[in-house]
């Protein structure tokens, strides 16, 4: 099969053994896998950069079903399925194959195209952890940067489907913003950080008073602005893992309760019901027209071009509240 390989620190385009699935695994010929900001970290000198199991990169993904072990029972060949394969897959998502264990795999929502299932799986399940989790009331204060990328997108979507409408969100760019409005949003919750004096901005849209629960998506000099948002003994969902030693003092000096949020723990226990789970929550969501799929961009096929183009986009923040897409058949 062709894969995109990153090796030597570069990406190429070669020929690879397609994987064969053992006796609980799915051998799946992808059709659409999705872009995270995780995949240009890896290859970068970060924390995730230990994540990386394998040299074909990409973590999600829908295709169809082309080989099975013998002791899977609740799929056959030709069943159209979706994907968070994180760390658990044979190989990554850049490839035309990648063999799973059935136990993380979902069936295809039956209202969605492959396309916009394969931008669900990393950012819905990160999104449904970060609701779950952080247990807020409905009259709780909500603030989240970053909230048109692709985990934000989603998380918006969920709270409103929960009956959550107290929340303020920041967004980088017109059209970032033009996305969250279009998914219901009023302009008077947005503020675009870019632009506004955003500490003042933010603080004033929320009536002068700080945040019962902050969700940072961004990381950074915003973590840093997100914790002093924050009030005492408030709630801090860090989905980033890029906090400041700034950030880690204001919220120590606040005495908040800090929720570090990651998929990848789950596969490292081997608690696969998590990703099915979430995935079957989500798909009868978007089944039920609860939520709608996010927004993609398919930005090209299986080459190495796209990757490259891919990951400068996100390393720059370019995705403009679109998920991106790469067709892989």
Known sequence: MKAVVYKNEAFILED???????ENQIQVKIVA????PVDYQMTENRSEKKHLHSPILGREFSGIVTAIGKKVSHFKVGDAVFCGSGSMGSNGTYAEYICVPEEIIVHLPNNISFEEAAGIPSAGLTALQSLNRMQASKTDSVLITGAAGGVGNLLVKLLIANGYHNFILTAG?????ASLIEIGIQPNQIVNYKTDKIEETILYLNGNQKFDIVIDLVGNTMAEIAAKLLRTNGIYVD???LSTQHSREILFGKGATIMNISNYAYGLDKKYDYYKNGLEQLKNLLEKKAIKPPLISII???EVDT???????LRENK?????????IS
């Open 33 to 36: 896998s999705g872009f995270n």
């Open 300 to 302: 090209g096929s299986l």
């Open 239 to 241: 989905v980033t893992a």
């Open 319 to 327: 995705t403009e509240g679109r998920k991106l897409i790469m067709k």
């Open 173 to 177: 760019n017109d059209r970032s913003i």
């Open 307 to 313: 990757v490259l183009k891919a990951h400068q986009m």
């Open 16 to 22: 690879v053994a397609v994987p064969i699935p053992d």
